[in-house]
């Protein structure tokens, strides 16, 4: 063959096959970007919208009355709560399964458990938990039996399931865990859209005020130490607890 030919040829494949690859990795990110678009729907069918986190008797206590009050609240749980105990965590899960790392996953899984202070917030948890494990299944996105069993905890919650479908879609932990607070931020609002008179307009009010601090409750996350890991939310506690003899409830407790 002759040279000139050759380095024709290999001229094309240099600028041809980073190419290549660069349309690949970002046809993984879209396709990543729209898996963690249906993780965190509100459409996803794993009964979500039927829990409202202690917020409801907050609602019936008057502690949270208006859109300022509610702002407060979620401002509140997202500091003190997931910022210090499921966003951090949820990284530590996507990382051991990353690594398959069993052991890992299990201690965190029992140690989220663990901080349920009542038994209608580890319930939530737990159901779903078995609710996305199921849809998984029936999308044929788990692996066997026999894998999953080696994997993840026979009764793993919804956030060790939650890193578990974010890693098998190729979602980053930073984007996982941003994905995770927006998630719980729109269950919140739904919430308070049900059973407060609060207008869609002053939701999405909420909505734009508490964006950033979804961005820092991130950035604060991954940088915890796992000797400062642990909600301080003795209100949201004591709301959920209540919860369970409130007179009229929307929401299960």
Known sequence: MPILT???ILTAMSITMPTDVTAQNS???????????QLVSPSLPIGAFAFSQ???????LDWVRDEASLAEWLSGVLEDGLTRCELPVLARLHQAIGKGDSDGIAQWDAW???????????????RLGAS???????????????????????????VTL??????????SVRQTLLGF??????NQLAVACKALPLGHTAAQRVNEQLRPALVTAVDQALSLDDDELGPVLPGLALASALH??????LFRS
Request: glycine share 4%.
């Open 181 to 186: 607070a927006w998630a719980w931020l729109e």
């Open 6 to 8: 050759i380095m024709i």
């Open 54 to 60: 202690g917020l409801e008797s907050a609602f019936e």
């Open 112 to 126: 989220l458990a663990a901080t349920r202070e009542t038994a209608e917030l580890a319930a939530e948890d737990s």
């Open 244 to 249: 369970e003899t409130q007179y009229s409830r």
């Open 162 to 171: 939650f890193a578990y479908t974010a890693h098998a879609r190729g979602v």
């Open 132 to 158: 996305l494990k199921r849809l998984l299944k029936s999308l044929d996105l788990m692996p066997s039996e026999d894998s999953l069993a080696a994997l993840l905890p026979a009764q793993a919650g919804y």
């Open 27 to 37: 046809q993984n990110d879209e396709l990543a970007l729209l898996g963690l678009m």
